[in-house]
Antibody
């Protein structure tokens, strides 16, 4: 059974950066795309970007280009999402999610538990 | 960018009712359409992919249809445990992976 376990809640100052981790277990890590999806309080789901670890190349939503960096460490089966220049509007739950099968991008059947990032002065 | 628009944004129905939620894409997306269910305080769950294929373990009262630009999620007989927000999503088109704005479903 695949499990995605994310790092804990963060409180950050405006202008700073946050790095959230997502450790996978129970399946093959390298070949499946891992994405990051966020959800602001009371709002919908928003795809930020994703990576296929074996290729190490990430795709980003245009909205987050230049501000988000998604990486993956195959040796530890862990994906990371770093968001910089934080502002209050970035306060949200950040989820990692794994694709349902190799070859798809953005079809998520496994989700992490979510990491609350609060941006406040 | 392709936009995904759901309707209605919220609805209230009685137990046993047939419920339909629609999702429209601003351009054709073939059948690369998924539906997710998110219960309050919980992680989203994949219900349907390829517009009409039921994910393993999902009750058969859920069904999906459509292709191109117009899609539908149907619950044939609403149950109390179906209270949730439902999202459509187009996939397989990174970096344009887009969710609809969500439909909140309540029991009347």
């Amino acid at each position: 059974q695949v499990q995605l376990v994310q790092s804990g809640a963060e409180v950050k100052k405006p202008g700073s950066s946050v790095k959230v981790s997502c450790k996978a277990s129970g399946g093959t890590f390298s070949s499946y795309a891992i994405s990051w999806v966020r959800q602001a309080p009371g709002q919908g789901l928003e795809w930020m970007g994703g990576i296929i670890p074996i290729f190490s190349t990430a795709n980003y939503a245009q909205k987050f280009q230049g501000r988000v960096t998604i990486t993956a460490d195959e040796s530890t089966s862990t994906a990371y999402m770093e968001l910089s220049s934080l502002r209050s509007e970035d306060t949200a739950i950040y989820y990692c999610a794994r694709d349902r099968k190799v070859g798809t991008v953005g079809l998520f059947d496994y989700w992490g538990q979510g990491t609350l990032v609060t941006v406040s002065s | 960018d392709i936009q995904m628009t759901q309707s209605p944004s919220s609805l209230s129905a009685s137990v046993g009712d047939r419920v339909t939620i629609t999702c429209r894409a601003s351009q054709g997306i073939s059948n690369y359409l998924a539906w997710y269910q998110q219960k309050p305080g919980k992680v989203p769950k994949l219900l349907i992919y390829a517009a009409s294929t039921l994910q393993s373990g999902v009750p058969s009262r859920f069904s999906g249809s459509g292709s191109g630009t117009d899609f539908t999620l149907t619950i044939s007989s609403l149950q109390p445990e179906d209270v949730a927000t439902y999202y459509c999503q187009k996939y397989n088109s990174a970096p344009q992976i887009t969710f609809g704005q969500g439909t909140r479903l309540e029991i009347k």
